[in-house]
């Protein structure tokens, strides 16, 4: 099935932190991968964060001279998410202030989500087009808002595929923004099919889950019920535009993930880019790295797009290909973690080894200056190096791919110089 079909049957909900659009969707996420749901109380609070109310808009009138000339509720960005009722009237000088539109691109509505996070800036408003703003004219308006915020439940979906350890890579994505096709049902709808993907991979090391939560508030009320050992965390974000690909490091920016996924797009793409812990983007991976969780977490994102948060960002915009890229991406960097897991090493002695001793045999030349006939060059040096480092690189959990980028030698002759240690019972394969 194309990730496209995906994204289109995810797509047409009104989603927000917490509403009725999140739970209709619901089913449409069951029919893919069989999701755990977790439901989360409207006003409960968690480190100041506080699960919204669901939103809804009775009535939305902009009126001049006595007549509608525009109706907020016929779109759902027509009015910012919890907006305040408002009636009354204005001069266009107020007005002004009160309206939101796109500056480039002038037929689209904003999505206007500030009254979500920015609990002061509850405010009444219309969104409309750049082209309807500029033919208001200046005079009196009647404003005529009624919303109404019921307590409702947050919805965080989750699915898991086990493997042998417990511990767990997360795949992220958000599923908070209506009507909104790129950001996020892109992560959604790649996420799902990874995960289908990875149910095809036998033996399985690390446990493997699915987590698509609205942003933030959803990961931070999440986290705060997880008991398990959670790894790593991939972000999908906002994947399906033209833009080139890139990823976000982790706070710590060299861990395992980190380094597998820098060789990986260095190695599979020609444009590229590569960004520290939050430079390129903002989103979850403040709370996965917060302190006390501390989850190394890398996005995987082709933001910025011209459409981003209003309503012309639906799915006829996204391409088949690019989504497949990141899901294909995304797969390797699993794949090599997998397969690394499975070629870690541990020391099998303590102290200093005489690589020399004739019942080894591993010492490879140090430089002998007046003493060898034959040159010195850099690679007999790097190899010097690596002989000297090995045992305290495998202690560091090192990887035979990463040794050999370290001391930039060939893997297989790493491999074959790693294998002799085994053979020699000073290293053992975990």
Known sequence: MKILNIIKKLFP???SIVGPGNDRALKEFKSFLPFKIYSFESDKLLNGWKIPRAFKVIKANLDYNGKTIYDGKTNPFGVPSHSETFSGYVNYKDLKNHIYYSDTLTNAIPYNWTGLYRKNSNNWGFCMTKKK???LKKGKYRVQIKTEKKRSKMRVLEYTLKGKSDETIIINAHNCHPYQANDDISGCAVGIDILKGLKKIRNRYFTYKLLIAP??????FWLNKKKRK????????SVGNKNIIKIQKSYVGNTKLDRIADRIIRKKFKKFKIGKFRELYGNDETVFDSPGYNIPSITITRYPFKEYHTNQDVPEKLSEKKLQEIKNYTLLIIKEIELEQKKTFRVNFKGLISLSNPKYKLYLDAKSPGIDKKKYNKIK???????????????RALTVEEIAEKYQLPINQVKIYCNKW???NLLKKV
């Not at 790894?231 to 974000?237: D, E, F, Q």
């Not at 040096?381 to 202690?395: F, Q």
Request: with cysteine.
């Open 13 to 15: 909900f009104e989603y």
């Open 133 to 135: 703003f500029l033919k």
């Open 215 to 220: 942003e933030l508030t959803g990961t931070v």
């Open 230 to 237: 959670l790894k790593y965390a991939i972000l999908l974000k």
């Open 381 to 395: 040096k790097k190899w010097n190096l690596l002989m000297n480092c090995l045992p305290n690189d495998v202690e």
């Open 422 to 424: 085994v053979k020699k």
